[in-house]
């Protein structure tokens, strides 16, 4: 593969690459608010714990247990872990640890071949995170999804047990 091709297939990857991101990004998004929204609506119908007997406290709290869990997953997926792309001029994480100067001088008298396997480079770091960032969502997805039985139920159980009170008050 000569030179231009190097450069431009590297970009074509990395380019690919980025296009992921905004896609796990938006669905991690929705799980986001469909775990706020759960935890929430849930809190608003909880009934004082001294009204309820504590058996009855078991699946509101294994929801908040599951949504919280699945919230941590949400966090290390938005934030994953920058490490890597040793001496890269194409990473950003690398390039802030240079000063301007250092950095515009080593990218200027890099070769082109330098630059094209420092693309790929970051094509393939990128693709690191990105497994990390859908391994996590999948994570939060799964636990979101777990958490909905203890919600049902829990909002059964309330809706049930309080709903009598409410009809007499009107």
């Known amino acids: ?32 608010a469909v775990d706020t929204g759960m935890a929430g609506y849930l ?15 078991i699946a509101p709290s294994t929801t908040f247990v599951l949504v919280a869990i699945s919230f941590v997953y949400l966090y290390k997926g938005a934030f994953p872990n920058l490490a890597g792309g040793h001496d890269s001029l194409v990473y950003f994480h690398q390039i802030a640890k240079r ?16 630059y094209g396997k420092d693309l790929l480079g970051q094509a393939w770091r990128n693709s690191e995170i990105l ?30 047990k309080f709903m009598p009170e409410v009809q007499k008050a009107h």
């Open 1 to 32: 593969m000569n030179v231009q091709s190097l450069q431009s297939t590297a970009k074509d990857q990395l380019t690919l690459v980025l296009s992921f991101f905004p896609r796990v990004d938006a669905k991690a998004s929705v799980v986001l």
């Open 43 to 57: 809190a608003s119908r909880l009934p004082s714990p001294q009204t309820v007997p504590l058996w009855e406290l």
């Open 99 to 114: 000063t301007e100067a250092k950095f515009i001088e080593e990218f200027s008298t890099q070769s082109e071949t330098d």
């Open 131 to 160: 497994v990390l960032k859908f391994r996590f969502l999948k994570s939060a997805f799964i636990f979101m999804a777990l958490a909905i039985i203890p919600w049902t139920i829990a909002l059964a159980q309330f809706g049930m």
